[in-house]
C-alpha cells in the first residue's frame, strides 16, 4: 500500500476564569503544547503568544500537529502567566493544565474541559477549550478525455495512446502525477474518467502550468511521444460536453523537420469538474462513530487455560497475547466512540449451563446486553469468562462476522455517514469454516464495516494471509468478488519484542482509507458536515 499522507491538524486555544496571579492588573497567559511518546517523558512542541491582561484570552497562534489514526498521541496543554523574557517556564506561575489524546480532540472537534494544577486539583474555575479543524484542500478535479487522429507509430497497426499529466515544481522541474491506461490500436481514443487531487495536479493553482504529454506504448518500455501540449486549470474548467475545451497535440521534433507540419491529432477535454471529496476526519468530526467490537478464539487448540503453555494462559502479572492484543488496538479505537460501551464475544466453546458449543456467545454471558463497558471493561470480562468455559471447537468465524454484518447493515438505513463497525477477531488461527467466512466477507465488503485478524501463537496462518485480499480480490465460495479489501492480518508473532503501540500501528494503519472508501462509494455525507462550512 503507497505511504499515506499525513494529515495535519490545527488546534485553536482558548481559556476562561483563569486564577488571576498579578497585583494590579490581570494575569498575562501563554498556552504550551507538550506531546507524550511514551512513559512519562514529554516534550515541547509548540507554545502560543502571550496574552496581555487577560483571564479569558483567546489565543491567536495556533497549533499545527501530525495526526495519526492509529496511535494514542497523548497532548498536555499547559498555560503559565508570563511575567519575564525569559523562554523558560518554571520562573512563571503556573495557572493550570489539562491533557487528553488527539483522537479525543478530533472526535469531538471542540473539547471544553476545566484546567487543573499540578496536584490534580481543580485550578479555581479555570478552562481550556479546543477546537480541531484539518488542514487541507480536499478539492479534486475529475477529467473527461479523449483524443482523435493521433499520428501512428507503430508499423504494423495503429498506435496504443495513453496521456501523462506532469506539474511543475517551484525548482522548475517537471513531475508526473497521473498516468491514464494504454488504450490499445486506436488512434481515436476515449480514456476512463479519472480523478486527481487538485493540489497534486497543480498546487491547487488554478494559473500554474500544467504539461500533457500523448504516448504510444510499446512493450519494451521504449514508449514513443506522439505530442504534447500545456495549459492551466483556469482554461480546463472552461471544458463542457457540450464545448469541450481542445488542444493541438505537438510534437517539437516533427515541427522543426517539417514546414507543412499542423499536429500530431487533437486531445479534446470533454469533462473537468472540480468536486470536494471528505477526509476520514471530516466523516470523524462530522460525527461519524467507530463502534468497536471484540471476538475471541476460545477453541481447544489454544490448549488448556490452567496450563502455562496454552494461549489463554494469563501470566503471573495478568496478561496474555489475547488481552495485549485487546489493549493496544482498543486504546486508539476507542476515543472515537462516544458511549465507549464494547460488545464482546466468544466462540467455539462449551458454555454454561447446558455446556453447548456456541460461535458467538458474550462474554458477559448476557446475549440482550453484550456491551462491556470500556477496554478495561472487556478484559475484565474475558478474564471472568475462561475459568467458566470449556475450551472445545470447530474455528468457525462466519457467525460472528454476520452478527456485526447484521447491525452494520441496520445503519445503512440512516443514509449519512454516521457509524462504521470494526471487529476485531483474535484467533489462534486453524480455520474450519473457510468457504462460510469468504462469503460472509465478500458480504460484509458492501457495509460500513472493517474487520482486523489478530492471530496469536505459532500456528500457519496461510488460511488468514488469504482472507486479507492485499494479494488480490477474495471471493466468495460462490465466486462473487469483494468490493472491497476490509481485512486486514496480523500474526502477533512479528510485534512480540516491539513496543506496544506497533501492533495497533500496523492493523489499524489501512482504516481511515477503508472508511472514506466506503462513504465515498456510497456518496454519504458525514451527519454534521464539517466540509459545508
Known amino acids: 500500500m503507497a505511504a499515506q499522507c499525513v494529515t495535519k491538524v490545527e488546534l485553536t486555544i482558548a481559556c476562561t476564569n483563569l486564577l488571576d496571579k498579578d497585583v494590579g492588573s490581570k494575569s498575562d497567559p501563554l498556552c504550551v503544547l507538550l506531546q507524550n511518546t511514551s ?39 499547559g498555560i503559565y502567566d508570563i511575567d519575564n523574557k525569559t523562554f523558560d517556564l518554571n520562573d512563571d506561575d503556573f495557572l493550570g493544565e489539562f491533557e487528553c489524546t488527539l483522537g479525543q480532540i478530533v472526535s469531538s472537534r471542540t473539547v471544553t474541559k ?63 502525477v497521473h498516468r491514464t491506461e494504454v488504450i490499445k490500436n486506436n488512434l481515436n481514443p476515449v480514456w476512463r474518467p479519472f480523478k486527481i487531487s487538485l493540489n497534486s495536479l497543480c498546487y491547487s493553482d488554478m494559473d ?7 504516448y504510444d506504448y510499446d512493450s519494451d518500455g521504449s514508449h514513443d511521444l506522439i505530442g504534447g501540449f500545456q495549459t492551466t486549470m483556469s482554461k480546463l474548467k472552461e471544458a463542457s460536453r457540450s464545448s469541450p475545451v481542445e488542444f493541438e497535440c505537438i510534437n517539437e521534433k516533427k515541427r522543426q523537420k517539417k514546414k507543412s507540419y499542423k499536429n500530431s491529432g487533437i486531445v479534446s ?59 493496544s488496538v482498543g486504546m486508539v479505537i476507542q476515543d472515537y466512540d462516544t458511549d465507549k460501551m464494547f460488545p464482546a464475544f466468544g466462540f467455539g466453546a462449551q458454555i454454561p449451563p447446558s455446556f453447548q458449543v456456541s460461535h458467538e456467545f458474550p462474554l458477559n454471558f448476557n446475549p440482550s446486553n453484550p456491551f462491556c463497558n ?25 457467525p460472528i462476522i454476520n452478527h456485526v454484518a447484521r447491525f452494520a447493515a441496520a445503519a445503512t438505513q440512516q443514509q449519512t455517514a454516521s457509524q462504521y463497525f470494526i471487529l476485531l477477531i483474535i484467533t489462534d ?53 469483494a468490493v472491497r479489501d476490509i481485512v486486514q492480518f496480523v500474526p502477533f508473532r512479528k510485534f512480540q519484542n516491539s513496543p506496544k503501540e506497533a501492533l495497533a500501528q500496523c492493523v489499524l494503519a489501512e482504516v481511515p482509507q477503508q472508511v472514506v472508501n466506503y462513504f465515498s462509494t456510497y456518496k454519504l455525507q458525514p451527519p454534521k458536515n464539517p466540509a459545508a462550512k
Open 374 to 398: 470500556g477496554i478495561q471493561g472487556i478484559v475484565d470480562a474475558y478474564r471472568a469468562c475462561l475459568p467458566q468455559v470449556k475450551l472445545y471447537g470447530p474455528t468457525n468465524f462466519s
Open 208 to 214: 500554474k502550468s500544467i504539461k500533457v504529454e500523448c
Open 39 to 77: 512513559g512519562q517523558q514529554w516534550y515541547e512542541v509548540d507554545r502560543t503568544e502571550r496574552v496581555k491582561n487577560s483571564l479569558n484570552p483567546k489565543f491567536a497562534k495556533k497549533f499545527l500537529i501530525d495526526y495519526y489514526f492509529e496511535l494514542v498521541q497523548k497532548l498536555k496543554f
Open 114 to 176: 476545566p484546567l487543573v494544577l499540578k496536584n490534580g486539583r481543580p485550578a479555581g474555575r479555570g478552562s481550556i477549550t479546543i477546537t480541531a479543524e484539518e488542514v487541507k484542500d480536499n478539492r479534486v478535479v475529475v477529467l473527461e478525455v479523449e483524443a482523435r487522429k493521433l499520428d501512428n507509430k507503430d508499423f504494423f497497426g495503429k498506435s496504443d495512446p495513453y496521456l501523462e499529466f506532469h506539474k511543475q515544481t517551484g525548482d522548475g522541474n517537471w513531475v508526473m
Open 269 to 327: 477535454v470533454k469533462r473537468c469538474e472540480i468536486i470536494v471529496e471528505c477526509t476520514f476526519l471530516d466523516y470523524i468530526m462530522g460525527g461519524c462513530q467507530l463502534n468497536f467490537t471484540v471476538g475471541i478464539d476460545f477453541t481447544g487448540s489454544n490448549g488448556d487455560p490452567r496450563s502455562p503453555d496454552s494461549l489463554h494462559y494469563l501470566s503471573p502479572n495478568g496478561v496474555n497475547e489475547y488481552l495485549t492484543a485487546i489493549w
Open 429 to 481: 488461527g486453524v480455520i474450519t469454516d473457510l468457504d462460510q467466512t469468504r462469503t460472509a466477507i465478500v458480504n460484509a465488503s458492501k457495509l460500513p464495516m472493517s474487520i482486523i485478524i489478530v492471530g496469536v501463537g505459532g500456528a500457519d496462518f496461510d488460511a488468514m494471509e488469504f482472507l486479507d485480499g492485499d494479494n488480490g480480490v477474495l471471493r466468495s465460495s460462490s465466486g462473487e468478488p
